[in-house]
């Protein structure tokens, strides 16, 4: 596949809603979201809106411009990269753009929040390596993202926020119904990813 395009109408057979989900709701627009709403939480919102910038570009934009990148060379066939075995090499690619990212918050002091927010993204990928390379495996990154961005959005704007979670379910239903992971692939991604954002935001900021 050389075509970045997204598709204008769905595959043969294929479930119109799951597609709008899966894409819509992909890890990197949940980043997006994810550090926009730590970072207008800051004490300075407008300061807080350039840490979300700057995580924005090392954990969204660049990983997807490798992704796009790879898509245009035969590297993968899709943006949400339904091969497992390549699952492996991509990972360790976007968590090098991440330590990049934290590297310049640390350098010119990023608000703790921030640095939480980042490092926790950079703990998950670790964690969702881990069955990728050594079971060939494929955990779900959707939910992964999805879950660690809720617990970390309810740390940050209160308990409220868990009342969201459903979201995830229905985002696991979209990547099954779509047939790119099983029920087992989902529900382990969405558990460690919000386990491990979680955790690692939590201490971070306490």
């Known amino acids: 596949m050389t075509s ?3 598709p204008a109408t769905p595959a043969a057979g294929e479930n119109r809603a799951a597609r709008l989900i899966t894409d819509g709701m992909e890890p990197r627009n949940v980043i997006i979201l994810v550090s926009l709403g730590v970072g207008l939480a800051q004490n300075n919102p407008l300061t807080g809106a350039l840490w979300a910038l700057e995580a924005i570009v090392f954990a969204a934009a660049i990983p997807m411009a490798y992704i796009k990148w790879g898509m245009r060379t035969g590297m993968w066939a899709d943006r949400h990269i339904g091969q497992v075995q390549r699952r492996k090499f991509l990972i360790p690619v976007i968590m090098a753009s991440v ?3 934290i590297g310049g918050m640390l350098i010119f002091d990023a608000p703790r929040a921030m640095l939480a927010l ?8 670790a964690v969702l ?3 990728t390379a050594l079971w060939k495996w494929k955990i779900s990154v959707h939910t992964a993202v999805a879950g660690g961005a809720l617990a970390m959005l309810a740390l940050t704007w209160g308990p409220l926020v868990w009342a969201a979670y459903p979201a995830v379910a229905v985002i696991a239903w979209s990547r099954i119904s779509l047939r790119d992971h099983t029920l087992a692939q989902t529900i ?3 558990a460690a990813g919000t386990t491990t954002a979680g955790l690692v935001f939590a201490v971070l900021t306490a």
């Open 99 to 101: 330590a990049a990212g």
């Open 188 to 190: 382990a991604g969405a």
């Open 4 to 6: 970045t395009a997204t």
């Open 118 to 125: 980042v490092l926790a993204m950079l703990a998950t990928l």
């Open 129 to 131: 390596l881990v069955p």
